[in-house]
Nanobody, 129 residues
């Protein structure tokens, strides 16, 4: 069964950078859409970015455009989220997950959280002001 493990979170000052990793085991990622989401305690989980491991298409939410870059290494079965120019409002637990519908390209606005499965345990990102 597919299993995701996120890593790379930590504490960083405002304006700093982090690279998150989402490593998959139990299956190959070469034909799926993988999404990065984040959640603050007491708030709904929100999408950040997504990537098709098949056609390399990507999509980002407005708050991530120009600052975050999602990429994948199919050989390593890993999806990355490079986050630059971090802001305190980026503070959250970041998760990766698999889009449950088999599609070749990223869904519009990366779809909704309920359309994803195989959630990892998350990695905490804290941006200090």
């Amino acid at each position: 069964q597919l299993h995701f493990v996120e890593s790379g979170g930590g504490l960083v000052a405002s304006g700093g950078s982090l690279r998150l990793s989402c490593e998959a085991s139990g299956g190959a990622l070469d034909s799926y859409v993988i999404g990065w989401f984040r959640q603050v305690a007491g708030k709904e989980r929100e999408g950040v970015a997504c990537i098709s491991t098949r056609d390399r298409s990507t999509d980002y939410v407005d708050s991530a455009k120009g600052r975050f870059t999602i990429s994948r290494d199919n050989a390593k079965n890993t999806v990355y989220l490079q986050m630059n120019s971090l802001k305190p409002e980026d503070t959250a637990v970041y998760y990766c997950a698999l889009y449950s519908i088999l599609v070749a390209t990223t869904p519009q606005n990366c779809g909704r959280p309920y359309e994803y499965g195989y959630w990892g345990q998350g990695t905490q990102v804290t941006v200090s002001s």
